[in-house]
């Protein structure tokens, strides 16, 4: 069943390098564009607040078709985005195209981790969930480093095009392996929102987006903290996320997601207070981004996990509404990491993150109860008396 999700991992590593890697283009961005470095960290920015926005509708209104017809569709809004964004000349243009790319990926990394459900069994759940996610942590490992340098030594626009090869390529594998799965679930938008009204599911969110506002906050704008080599860096914390989400889904399996939870928000606000640390040698560099990458990729399929559990008959719904919150959270990073840089430099971002982290462990421990039914690995018995 594995060799089914490989092609998902693949779309989701197309989407996580348009995404992310803007991140490690800011100074060619901004020189080509005449802008500033916080204003070329605003494409990531607008990126995440589109797909936050048209998530829940682009799920609505596809709510019909099979799951392979919508990531078919979704891998191609997404490469003509990036088509798009590659050609734009001006800087409103470009942040125009971002929105098109992002509607691409907000129809595509849910639809994706739904299939992942459906595929597999309850108690194979967090690895499937992580091998799928895995493409987000693989980009951030190889294929971000490879579009900063590519960036760098022709243009942020050959990097673009090198997102739209891979997303051909992702389009290719979902044709090729993907089963046509039909998943139920409801067109109406109203609908999509019902789980807000339980407060397990609530509580799943918030914590979701804090720790994304808390990681991307610093994340968005990396390449203004280091004065390192900004893609060995890059290329230590995409390493260390991949050995962290498969981590992860195994120990989710394991242990459960609480502890995941709650040991992979601590370790990683630690390890953001320490970028001044790590600043001072690349040595020191590596060995700080590879773990901060572990621990904070640590918590993705945990957080996917509590979802599932709090919603087991709306588990497309309720991922759609995860991947939300946690592009919400970018969008809050992007804008409180760039009035952070532009009003107090390096040392604003570094406190910005840090404080964002402690809020969200702080909500994580006082709403996410040990005696809840999420906080130990669900087996195939308890699921089926679920559902």
Do not use: K
């Not at 999700?5 to 779309?11: D, E, H, K, N, Q």
């Amino acid at each position: 069943m594995s060799s089914r999700l490989y092609p998902l991992a693949l779309g989701n590593f197309a989407v996580g390098t348009g995404m992310f890697v803007t991140a490690g283009l800011l100074s060619p961005i901004s020189r080509d564009l005449n802008i500033s470095p916080s204003a070329a960290g605003q494409l990531m920015t607008v990126f995440a607040l589109a797909y936050a926005l048209l998530s829940p509708p682009l799920a609505a209104l596809t709510a019909r078709l099979s799951r392979r017809r919508v990531l078919l569709i979704a891998l191609g809004v997404f490469v003509l985005g990036n088509t798009l964004t590659a050609l734009a000349p001006t800087y409103p243009l470009v942040m125009a195209t971002r929105v098109v790319a992002a509607a691409g990926a907000a129809m595509f990394t849910p639809t994706a981790s739904g299939v992942a459900t459906a595929l597999t069994s309850p108690e194979r759940r967090g690895r499937a969930l992580a091998l799928v996610m895995g493409g987000l942590t693989v980009s951030s490992a190889i294929g971000v480093p490879l579009g900063t340098w590519l960036g760098a030594a022709s243009s942020w626009r050959a990097t673009i095009w090198l997102v739209v090869v891979l997303g051909v390529v992702g389009f290719a594998g979902v044709a090729a392996v993907v089963p046509d799965v039909m998943i139920e679930t409801t067109r109406r938008l109203a609908d999509r929102f019902a789980p807000l009204a339980d407060r397990r599911v609530v509580a799943v969110l918030t914590t979701q987006l804090l720790m994304f506002a808390a990681a991307f906050a610093a994340y968005t704008y990396i390449g203004s903290l280091f004065d390192l080599p900004l893609p060995a860096v890059l290329w230590a914390w995409g390493i260390g996320g991949i050995v962290g989400n498969q981590l992860g889904g195994r120990f989710t399996d394991a242990y459960g997601p609480r502890r995941m939870v709650l040991i992979g928000i601590a370790a990683s606000t630690v390890f953001m207070a320490l970028i001044p640390v790590a600043n001072l040698a690349l040595p020191v560099a590596l060995v700080w981004a590879f773990c901060w990458g572990a621990l904070g990729w640590l918590v993705g399929p945990a957080q996917q996990y509590r979802t599932v559990a709090a919603v087991p008959h709306n588990v497309p719904i309720g991922l759609g509404l995860l991947s939300s919150a946690q592009y919400v959270g970018l969008f809050v990073a992007g804008i409180a990491g760039g009035l952070a840089l532009d009003g107090y430099g390096r040392t604003g971002v570094v406190v910005l993150a840090t404080g964002l982290g402690l809020v969200a462990l702080l909500f994580t421990l006082v709403t996410y109860r040990p005696e809840s039914a999420e906080s130990a690995p669900v087996s195939p018995e308890r699921e089926s008396s679920r559902s």
